[in-house]
């Protein structure tokens, strides 16, 4: 099953390839494909709740950290 997160991550895939194209035609179908993209993701996560694209570094830092 696809992932939220991933459709995110090909819809944002699909507008840097439309940016950097100079046909026409291939641009409006990148353009197509990233709103298809994120519309899947919308629909399989309601409440953009799975938004960031990577997880938070807070996990793998100590619990404290002494500033200097």
Do not use: F, V, W
């Not at 194209?21 to 197509?32: G, N």
């Amino acid at each position: 099953m696809t992932t939220p997160k991933c459709l995110r991550r090909q819809a944002a895939t699909c507008a840097a390839l439309a940016d950097a194209t100079y046909d026409d035609e291939s641009r409006e179908r990148y353009l197509r494909l990233e709103q298809l993209y994120l519309a899947l993701a919308e629909s399989e996560d309601p409440t953009g709740l799975d938004t960031a694209p990577y997880p938070s570094d807070s996990a793998t830092e100590p619990a404290t950290r002494h500033i200097n």
